[in-house]
């Protein structure tokens, strides 16, 4: 069995001791004759299984006692519902900061909800940037301002966060927590799914400020949803998806054992800088972004003559380097590299990149 360069962005590639360990303890999870899987979540094992987890995320990401931590289905998209659902007031508006496909997509979301208003679109230059915060729209008495750290498909990222005085900011990290030290106390709520830095899909993870959990909301809230529910009831308001919860222990204890948030960072940007140098000094190959705001995670990138991407799509998945393709959105190519793929994957590809530029350039 071969293990390949996986540039998915997401579900994605999840590190290699991880996924030994799981096999490893597959049946029989420490000794008590049956899988992870197949405990109750109200057992004490998994309650210990959940609480290492809880503790893990708190130390790694540094979260501060008044915040909780929560659990929740619905991965991604159910925090786009989710959150509306709970701050977003009748006669008030929420203010999203529209920077690619997700802000937009979750902006649309909160629209069923309520009022949004957008203070900030990058559409206008095809997400390639994002403006400075003093040239967005006034936002001072917004419900929250929400925005997508790391914008998956095209490939954008904020380089600092959001000043929002008192207006809770809200962000989605789903594909870039846990690849740099943030200071939680700037945020109101985080949430990020599970499948690209954390486990398998199917979860968020949800650090919220006890005075947001704490806030009278609306009762068409789901029980399973509602943050106080979940808060009070320890993220078990219904069965958990308690494998994807035992699996981001484990990433969190590879993510600690790895030297932490602070080594993360330095390993995304040692992967990307490789590839964006690579792609600058080519006339090959594409990326748009700004470079202030290029993703350190997800490498969008097109070649100059399009009628060569199956070709390297065939070759690079023949030399070992699989899910390149890019976003039906985007087109081109795309590559992922989450806190599991080492400096070699990155060096393959672009060595590959080279290589197909000798052949086909
Ligand atoms: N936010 C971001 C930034 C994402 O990249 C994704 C999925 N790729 C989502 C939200 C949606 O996640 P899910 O598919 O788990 O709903």
Known sequence: MSRFYNFSAGPAMLPQAVMEQIQAELLD?????????????????????????????????????????????GGGQGQFTSVPMHFLRPNHYAVYLQTGAWSEIAATEAQRYGQVRVALDAKNNGYTAVAPQNSWQDFSDAEYLYYVDNETIHGLEFNNVPETGNIPLVCDMSSNIMSRPIDIEKFGIIFACAQKNLGPAGMSVVIIH???VERETAHIVPSFLNYKKLADKGSMVNTPTTFSWYV???VCEWIKKHGGVEKMEK????????????????????NEVHPENRSRMNIPFSLADESLNQKFLEESKAAGLISLKGHRLLGGMRASMYNSMPLEGAKALRDFMQE???KYG
């Open 248 to 250: 981001i222990g484990l």
């Open 267 to 286: 390993n995304a940007k040692a992967r990307s800088q490789l590839l964006y140098d690579f792609i600058d000094h080519s006339e090959f190959y594409i």
């Open 29 to 73: 999870w420490h000794q008590v004759g049956a899988s992870v899987m197949e405990l109750s979540h109200r057992s004490k094992e998994f309650k210990s299984v959940a609480e290492h987890t809880e503790q893990l995320i708190r130390e790694i990401l540094a979260v501060p006692k008044h915040y909780k931590v929560l659990f929740v289905h």
């Open 210 to 212: 006890e005075d947001l």
């Open 356 to 358: 197909f530029v000798k």
